[in-house]
């Protein structure tokens, strides 16, 4: 190909770079779509909790993922200090992903069952209570917000339209595992079949009503809890990226 008639022409030379990027780009997509093993399963990954659901819903209106980052990388210095790096599966039920990209705060991809909930309580409520240096603002009013739930069933319908597993029997059952869950009272047995490891009991500290601050903690508590890395195929999962 005649190179100087391509230097020449500011459109030919758009247009095929444009060609040339495109090819590449297709190359790296379509796999994607095509291949079961691009996102391989993990034993112990499932759906949010309705409860763990509405606080992350909490947790990305309040914007923390500004702050905090969800994604811990394959470095020894990030392993080191929060723990085993993220895998993909471990966002694979979510929508939107929350990786974030900027560290004012720590990384919270490992905090659940780090701490209590009663820790967890007051660093919401007052964050320079339990780190005198954080520059976090107070999310006290929280507590005094009543969870708005009603529609539950109809969210959780909604994320199964994009791929995730919610069964009908969990859509039926949304409201009871809210209140389940938030209280530690009525059928906790079968919440836990639908949702292994799922953590019980009053999280705000306020059993005579089920808020916005037990939704969030609950969402807290759960994150980086699911998956076992002392099993051989999560220890060797890929890392996200």
């Known amino acids: 190909m005649n190179h100087a008639l391509i230097e020449k022409s500011v459109a030919l030379l758009f247009m095929l770079t444009f060609i040339v990027i495109s090819i590449g780009g297709l190359v790296q997509i379509v796999p994607l779509f095509k291949i079961a093993t691009t996102v391989p399963p993990v034993e112990g990954m499932r759906p949010y909790t309705p409860l763990e659901q509405l606080g992350r819903n909490i947790y990305t ?6 702050c905090h980052s969800q994604m811990i990388r394959p470095f020894r210095d990030e392993v080191e200090r929060y723990g085993h790096y993220s895998i993909p599966a471990e966002s694979m039920y979510d929508h939107p992903f929350l990786w974030g990209s900027k560290r004012t705060g720590p990384d919270l991809a490992r905090v659940g069952g780090k701490y209590s909930n009663a820790w967890q309580l007051a660093h919401l409520v007052n964050p320079q209570s339990v780190v005198p240096v954080s520059i976090m603002p107070s999310y006290a009013f929280l507590k005094d917000k009543p969870l708005q739930y009603d529609d539950i069933d109809l969210h959780l319908n ?13 859509l039926e059952k949304a409201r009871a595992d809210i209140e389940a869950q938030a209280t530690g009272q009525g059928d906790t047995d079968d919440l836990l079949k639908r949702y292994p490891k799922a953590r019980l009991g009053d999280f705000d500290a306020n059993p005579s009503e089920i808020t916005e601050m037990d939704a969030l903690i609950a969402y807290l508590q759960i994150l980086g809890a699911l998956v076992d890395f002392s099993e051989p195929g999560a220890a060797n999962a890929t890392p996200a990226k």
């Open 61 to 66: 209106r309040e914007g923390c993922y500004t």
């Open 158 to 170: 909604a994320l199964r339209s994009v791929g995730v597993p919610y069964s009908d029997e969990m």
